[in-house]
């Protein structure tokens, strides 16, 4: 594919950093409709499902999860490891319930 933007060595996938200068001139919308700041981040924890936390993490660890990271976030990947261990342990469960009603009847 031939590439018409004459800016050839620009990264269009590495966006600007943002500072709080930045975000505290920002416009909210939810919807279309200009929101306040409160408004968005109601919004925002009920979209997202998410709450913000405070963790002392061992510094191995956070290396490690920031290794594997690369671009993505580390957050994003600890987050997924926590929940693939909830699984892991709803899934040990029931395996062991399935078994023990095998097993009994």
Request: charged share 30%; proline share 1%; hydrophobic share 40%.
């Amino acid at each position: 594919m031939k590439q018409t933007s004459s800016l050839k060595n620009v990264a269009f996938d590495e966006a600007p950093k943002l500072r709080r200068e930045d975000l505290a001139r920002a416009t909210l919308k939810l919807g279309g409709e200009v929101v306040s700041r409160g408004e968005f981040t109601a919004a925002s924890k009920d979209t997202l499902g998410k709450q913000r936390v405070s963790i002392m993490l061992d510094a191995a660890v956070l290396a490690y999860f920031k290794n594997k990271a690369g671009d993505r976030g580390y957050q994003t990947l600890i987050n997924e490891a926590l929940r693939q261990s909830m699984r892991s342990e709803e899934m040990e469960a029931t395996l062991r319930r399935v078994i023990r009603e095998e097993l009994g009847g």
